[in-house]
Protein backbone atom coordinates (compact mmCIF):
# COMPACT_ATOMS: atom_id res chain seq x y z
CA UNK A 1 0.00 0.00 0.00
CA UNK A 2 1.19 3.42 -0.80
CA UNK A 3 2.43 5.60 1.98
CA UNK A 4 4.08 8.59 3.06
CA UNK A 5 5.85 9.77 5.95
CA UNK A 6 6.93 13.35 6.81
CA UNK A 7 9.04 13.08 10.20
CA UNK A 8 9.19 16.49 11.15
CA UNK A 9 6.09 17.55 13.04
CA UNK A 10 7.19 20.95 14.10
CA UNK A 11 10.05 22.88 12.26
CA UNK A 12 11.08 26.51 13.23
CA UNK A 13 14.09 28.12 11.31
CA UNK A 14 14.70 31.79 11.03
CA UNK A 15 13.84 34.41 8.34
CA UNK A 16 16.38 34.53 5.81
CA UNK A 17 17.61 31.19 6.66
CA UNK A 18 17.02 27.55 4.06
CA UNK A 19 14.78 25.43 4.75
CA UNK A 20 14.57 21.58 4.13
CA UNK A 21 11.18 19.92 4.64
CA UNK A 22 11.50 16.15 4.60
CA UNK A 23 9.16 13.80 2.85
CA UNK A 24 9.29 9.75 2.01
CA UNK A 25 6.86 7.42 0.53
CA UNK A 26 6.08 3.84 -0.02
CA UNK A 27 4.73 3.21 -3.32
CA UNK A 28 5.16 0.16 -5.94
CA UNK A 29 5.19 1.59 -9.17
CA UNK A 30 6.20 4.69 -10.20
CA UNK A 31 4.70 7.63 -8.09
CA UNK A 32 3.19 10.87 -8.45
CA UNK A 33 4.46 12.82 -5.83
CA UNK A 34 3.27 16.73 -4.73
CA UNK A 35 3.99 19.25 -2.54
CA UNK A 36 0.80 21.51 -1.08
CA UNK A 37 1.08 24.13 1.63
CA UNK A 38 -2.09 25.53 3.53
CA UNK A 39 -2.18 28.37 5.58
CA UNK A 40 -4.12 29.31 8.47
CA UNK A 41 -7.73 28.84 7.36
CA UNK A 42 -7.22 28.40 4.17
CA UNK A 43 -7.24 25.54 1.74
CA UNK A 44 -4.51 23.40 0.08
CA UNK A 45 -2.57 25.09 -2.69
CA UNK A 46 0.02 22.76 -4.75
CA UNK A 47 3.57 24.20 -4.62
CA UNK A 48 4.67 21.40 -6.74
CA UNK A 49 4.77 18.12 -8.69
CA UNK A 50 6.56 15.12 -10.20
CA UNK A 51 5.65 13.14 -12.83
CA UNK A 52 8.48 12.05 -14.65
CA UNK A 53 11.67 13.64 -16.37
CA UNK A 54 13.64 15.91 -14.66
CA UNK A 55 14.09 15.13 -11.05
CA UNK A 56 14.53 18.40 -9.60
CA UNK A 57 11.68 20.08 -10.00
CA UNK A 58 10.62 24.18 -9.57
CA UNK A 59 7.35 25.35 -7.67
CA UNK A 60 5.80 28.18 -7.31
CA UNK A 61 7.18 31.06 -4.77
CA UNK A 62 10.71 29.77 -4.78
CA UNK A 63 10.11 26.38 -3.44
CA UNK A 64 12.03 23.33 -5.30
CA UNK A 65 12.01 19.66 -4.70
CA UNK A 66 14.49 16.89 -5.65
CA UNK A 67 12.95 12.90 -6.48
CA UNK A 68 15.36 10.46 -5.15
CA UNK A 69 14.23 7.53 -5.93
CA UNK A 70 17.25 5.12 -4.74
CA UNK A 71 16.09 7.10 -1.39
CA UNK A 72 12.03 7.16 -1.76
CA UNK A 73 12.53 10.94 -0.77
CA UNK A 74 10.84 13.88 -2.65
CA UNK A 75 12.31 16.39 -0.07
CA UNK A 76 10.81 20.84 -0.10
CA UNK A 77 13.88 22.86 -0.27
CA UNK A 78 13.59 26.95 -0.10
CA UNK A 79 17.28 28.82 -0.42
CA UNK A 80 15.92 31.51 2.04
CA UNK A 81 12.39 31.78 3.77
CA UNK A 82 10.26 34.59 3.98
CA UNK A 83 7.95 35.10 7.73
CA UNK A 84 4.99 34.52 5.10
CA UNK A 85 6.00 31.19 4.34
CA UNK A 86 4.64 30.26 7.83
CA UNK A 87 2.23 27.64 6.71
CA UNK A 88 1.57 23.95 7.25
CA UNK A 89 3.28 21.95 4.38
CA UNK A 90 1.42 18.93 3.12
CA UNK A 91 3.64 15.89 0.93
CA UNK A 92 1.38 13.52 -1.34
CA UNK A 93 2.02 10.68 -3.46
CA UNK A 94 -0.82 9.59 -6.17
CA UNK A 95 -0.77 6.68 -8.34
CA UNK A 96 -1.73 6.77 -12.18
CA UNK A 97 -4.07 3.44 -11.63
CA UNK A 98 -5.68 4.38 -8.65
CA UNK A 99 -7.74 7.35 -10.56
CA UNK A 100 -6.60 10.17 -8.91
CA UNK A 101 -6.30 9.10 -5.32
CA UNK A 102 -4.11 11.19 -3.29
CA UNK A 103 -2.48 10.10 0.06
CA UNK A 104 -1.21 12.76 2.61
CA UNK A 105 1.28 13.22 4.70
CA UNK A 106 0.59 14.40 8.12
CA UNK A 107 2.14 17.73 7.90
CA UNK A 108 4.85 19.61 8.40
CA UNK A 109 4.24 22.92 10.61
CA UNK A 110 6.53 25.53 9.92
CA UNK A 111 7.23 28.79 12.22
CA UNK A 112 9.28 31.45 10.93
CA UNK A 113 11.47 32.82 13.65
CA UNK A 114 12.11 36.57 13.33
CA UNK B 1 -8.33 31.86 -4.29
CA UNK B 2 -8.28 28.62 -5.80
CA UNK B 3 -11.65 29.35 -8.08
CA UNK B 4 -13.39 26.46 -5.72
CA UNK B 5 -15.88 28.08 -3.53
CA UNK B 6 -17.44 25.80 -0.65
CA UNK B 7 -20.82 26.62 1.74
CA UNK B 8 -20.89 27.08 4.28
CA UNK B 9 -17.59 28.21 5.83
CA UNK B 10 -18.86 27.32 9.83
CA UNK B 11 -21.13 24.64 10.22
CA UNK B 12 -22.43 23.87 13.84
CA UNK B 13 -25.02 21.11 14.52
CA UNK B 14 -25.70 18.28 17.11
CA UNK B 15 -25.42 14.74 17.31
CA UNK B 16 -27.97 12.36 15.15
CA UNK B 17 -28.20 15.37 12.55
CA UNK B 18 -27.89 15.54 8.85
CA UNK B 19 -25.84 18.21 7.13
CA UNK B 20 -25.31 18.90 3.23
CA UNK B 21 -21.94 20.72 2.58
CA UNK B 22 -21.74 22.45 -1.15
CA UNK B 23 -18.85 22.42 -3.61
CA UNK B 24 -19.14 24.52 -6.75
CA UNK B 25 -15.68 24.10 -8.84
CA UNK B 26 -13.14 26.15 -11.31
CA UNK B 27 -15.39 26.89 -14.53
CA UNK B 28 -14.87 24.42 -16.64
CA UNK B 29 -13.38 21.42 -14.20
CA UNK B 30 -15.23 18.35 -14.77
CA UNK B 31 -14.06 16.16 -11.50
CA UNK B 32 -14.83 17.07 -7.65
CA UNK B 33 -12.85 15.38 -4.86
CA UNK B 34 -13.93 15.48 -1.18
CA UNK B 35 -11.44 15.09 1.80
CA UNK B 36 -12.06 15.00 5.43
CA UNK B 37 -9.13 16.82 7.43
CA UNK B 38 -9.42 15.87 10.93
CA UNK B 39 -6.50 16.37 14.37
CA UNK B 40 -6.43 12.55 14.22
CA UNK B 41 -7.02 11.19 11.03
CA UNK B 42 -5.06 14.26 9.27
CA UNK B 43 -6.01 14.51 5.78
CA UNK B 44 -8.36 11.30 4.24
CA UNK B 45 -9.94 11.68 0.57
CA UNK B 46 -13.26 10.49 0.71
CA UNK B 47 -14.93 10.70 -2.60
CA UNK B 48 -14.32 11.56 -6.43
CA UNK B 49 -17.06 12.65 -8.90
CA UNK B 50 -16.00 13.39 -12.45
CA UNK B 51 -19.13 14.55 -14.95
CA UNK B 52 -21.53 13.81 -12.75
CA UNK B 53 -20.51 9.86 -12.00
CA UNK B 54 -18.59 8.18 -9.18
CA UNK B 55 -15.04 8.03 -9.93
CA UNK B 56 -13.46 6.61 -6.42
CA UNK B 57 -13.67 6.01 -2.84
CA UNK B 58 -11.82 6.46 -0.55
CA UNK B 59 -12.18 6.40 3.61
CA UNK B 60 -15.91 7.95 2.94
CA UNK B 61 -18.30 6.18 5.84
CA UNK B 62 -21.81 4.66 5.04
CA UNK B 63 -23.25 7.19 6.59
CA UNK B 64 -21.75 9.89 4.48
CA UNK B 65 -23.42 10.27 0.25
CA UNK B 66 -22.06 12.68 -2.91
CA UNK B 67 -23.24 13.78 -5.34
CA UNK B 68 -22.51 16.03 -8.83
CA UNK B 69 -24.94 17.52 -10.36
CA UNK B 70 -25.45 18.36 -14.19
CA UNK B 71 -24.27 21.86 -13.41
CA UNK B 72 -20.96 20.52 -11.90
CA UNK B 73 -21.88 21.45 -8.44
CA UNK B 74 -21.53 18.93 -5.90
CA UNK B 75 -23.11 18.08 -2.92
CA UNK B 76 -21.54 15.84 1.06
CA UNK B 77 -23.93 14.83 2.82
CA UNK B 78 -23.46 13.61 5.97
CA UNK B 79 -26.27 12.12 8.06
CA UNK B 80 -26.45 10.24 11.75
CA UNK B 81 -23.47 12.77 12.98
CA UNK B 82 -21.17 12.15 15.30
CA UNK B 83 -18.73 13.70 17.38
CA UNK B 84 -15.74 11.85 15.70
CA UNK B 85 -17.21 13.62 12.36
CA UNK B 86 -16.34 17.30 13.28
CA UNK B 87 -13.47 18.33 10.88
CA UNK B 88 -12.85 20.48 7.96
CA UNK B 89 -13.84 19.21 4.75
CA UNK B 90 -12.46 20.18 1.08
CA UNK B 91 -13.02 20.23 -1.64
CA UNK B 92 -11.23 20.29 -4.48
CA UNK B 93 -11.03 20.07 -8.41
CA UNK B 94 -9.47 19.41 -11.32
CA UNK B 95 -9.82 19.53 -15.31
CA UNK B 96 -10.21 15.78 -15.96
CA UNK B 97 -10.34 12.96 -13.58
CA UNK B 98 -6.61 12.53 -14.22
CA UNK B 99 -5.72 9.66 -12.78
CA UNK B 100 -3.05 11.15 -10.32
CA UNK B 101 -1.83 13.65 -13.20
CA UNK B 102 -4.43 16.37 -12.64
CA UNK B 103 -3.26 19.54 -10.37
CA UNK B 104 -5.54 19.92 -7.83
CA UNK B 105 -7.48 22.78 -6.77
CA UNK B 106 -8.49 23.21 -3.30
CA UNK B 107 -11.56 25.70 -1.69
CA UNK B 108 -11.53 27.26 1.65
CA UNK B 109 -13.20 24.13 3.59
CA UNK B 110 -16.16 23.48 5.65
CA UNK B 111 -15.77 23.48 9.18
CA UNK B 112 -18.34 21.04 10.28
CA UNK B 113 -18.67 21.16 14.34
CA UNK B 114 -20.45 18.23 15.67
CA UNK B 115 -21.81 19.07 19.29
Known amino acids: AQSVTQPDIHITVSEGASLELRCNYS??????LFWYVQSPGQGLQLLLKYFSGDTLVQGIKGFEAEFKRSQSSFNLRKPSVHWSDAAEYFC????????????FGSGTRLSIRP | DSGVTQTPKHLITATGQRVTLRCSPR?????VYWYQQSLDQGLQFLIQ???????AKGNILERFSAQQFPDLHSELNLSSLELGDSALYFC??????????????FGPGTRLTVL
Open chain 2, 49 to 55: YYNGEER
Open chain 2, 92 to 105: ASSVTGGAGTDTQY
Open chain 2, 27 to 31: SGDLS
Open chain 1, 27 to 32: YGATPY
Open chain 1, 92 to 103: AVGAYSSASKII
